[in-house]
């Protein structure tokens, strides 16, 4: 095989698995180690993928990677529905209730399916409380929903609302349920997302709430970003496309954390 030819079926190993190890590649192609360091040099110089220790890893698993909302919209859609579907059946039904939605494209699929929202008896309230300017308009126009927006900085990434005063006024309330989205769940590191500032004001939400929910399909499994925003004892549910890993399903369970396949 040309060089050329194991470059590429590297590249797209490494795309499709997230990361390959040096050892794993010398089996695989039949070279030595040195050979494969010298292939992940070439392809980290291309801007293909990362070297890291005894490997290399695909660009969009580096710490800090992050992708904007537009970009996340058309990513995993029916996984995003399923996730949807499971956490609607966490909406509580009660004469009073307040729900709190995070920012992030699965949660805004929660959001969708709240948009059609009704009581199931007369006078029955729901108060949803988000962070997030899309989620805020499309459930605006759901008369039966009480609805208030927390106020601060808008991130325009995410367009999420955050910063001091998101967490001061977070820090006030006590929400019933919390809908929290996650760039990583690890299980050594817990849940995470790259940006510091956004991460503060979800460790507001986690700690407000009476009850945490988190909504992410299987890619955010195993994944670790760069700040850590809670630990996995602070969550009571995942939601989630598939079973975790036997090292995070231990951690998980460990933590008393209730796992939900959709």
Known sequence: MFAEERHQKIAELVSAQGRV?????????????ETVR??????????????VHGGAVALDRLTRTELSLT???????????????????????APTASVLLDSGTTTAALAERLSAWAPAKAGDELLVITNSLPTAASL???????LDI??????G???????????EQLGALRPDIAFIGANGIHADFGLSTPDP?????????????????????????GTETLVRFATLEEIDTLITTSEPCPELASALASAGVDVVIA
Not at 157 to 167: H, K
Not at 197 to 220: C, F, G, N, P, Y
């Open 21 to 33: 190890g040096v050892n794993e590649l010398a089996e695989l192609f039949a070279i030595t180690q």
């Open 38 to 51: 010298r292939d992940l040099a070439a392809l980290e110089e291309s801007e293909l993928l990362r070297r």
């Open 71 to 93: 970009e996340r919209q058309s990513q995993r859609l029916d996984e995003k529905q399923r996730i949807a579907t499971a956490a609607m059946a966490l909406i509580p039904h």
């Open 140 to 146: 605006s126009t759901n008369t039966h929903l009480l």
């Open 150 to 155: 927390v106020g601060g900085r808008v991130r």
């Open 157 to 167: 990434l995410t367009s999420a609302v955050v910063g001091a005063r998101a967490t």
């Open 197 to 221: 500032v956004e991460a503060a004001t979800k460790t507001a939400m986690v700690r407000a709430a009476r009850q945490v929910v988190v909504l992410a399909d299987a890619s955010k499994l």
